[in-house]
């Protein structure tokens, strides 16, 4: 059974780092296309950044050069390092599992919450 | 960059169809996904590649695309579909890949 944990969220001031897991279980990171997407209180969906079985990266322009995508093979985990975090950052972030034959997200974490304030 | 266009809203009689529509330029030639998010979920996968269902999902969910528009029909609605669906698509035309969500619609069932 596929199965995503994220875990590392929490209260944290503008301009302070944090990072973010996923663990998995149920299938080999490094051999899929692994993905961080975000969801401000109460509004939609929007991707963060993409790591490639490959080991390519890409990223949203809004967090381009502040986050950092990566994985542990040994730990079969996926992770996003966040520093410079703004308010504008505050968000449930999920990591997801996404099929590279035409970009969907098959399997989704439970989501862990990010909070930027003062 | 690639922008995808939902209705905020829509709303359906328990029984009858709700289409939910999707506009991109041109979004026919792309592969469009679905997600369908209660409060307090994550998303669910319901439909990929315009039309496909994921194991688990009932076939009362169907998508269709041409054109500038996709839509997400789902038949014979029942109270517990009552949630946010989102559409996506993913621009991997260029160097600079990303992936794009709709800005979801919510469906009541009245």
């Known amino acids: 059974e596929v199965q995503l944990v994220e875990s590392g ?110 | 960059s690639y922008v995808l266009t939902q209705p905020p809203s829509v709303s359906v009689a328990p029984g009858q169809t709700a289409r939910i529509t999707c506009g991109g330029n041109n979004i026919g030639s792309k592969s469009v996904h679905w997600y369908q998010q209660k409060p307090g979920q994550a998303p669910v996968l319901v439909v990929y590649d315009d039309s496909d269902r994921p194991s688990g999902i009932p076939e009362r969910f169907s998508g269709s695309n041409s054109g500038n528009t996709a839509t997400l029909t789902i038949s014979r609605v029942e109270a517990g579909d009552e949630a946010d669906y989102y559409c996506q698509v993913w621009d991997s035309s260029s160097d600079h890949r990303s992936w794009v969500f709709g800005g979801g619609t919510k469906l009541t069932v009245l």
């Open chain 1, 9 to 118: 969220g929490g209260l944290v001031q503008p301009g302070g780092s944090l990072r973010l897991s996923c663990a998995a279980s149920g299938f080999t990171v490094s051999s899929n296309y692994m993905s961080w997407v975000r969801q401000a209180p109460g509004k939609g969906l929007e991707w963060v950044s993409v790591i490639y079985s490959g080991g390519s990266t890409y990223y949203a322009d809004s967090v381009k050069g502040r986050f950092t995508i990566s994985r542990d093979n040994s730990k079969n985990t996926l992770y996003l390092q966040m520093n410079s975090l703004r308010a504008e950052d505050t968000a449930v972030y999920y990591c997801a599992r996404t099929y590279d034959s035409s970009g969907y997200y098959g399997y989704w974490g439970q989501g862990t919450l990010v909070t930027v304030s003062s």
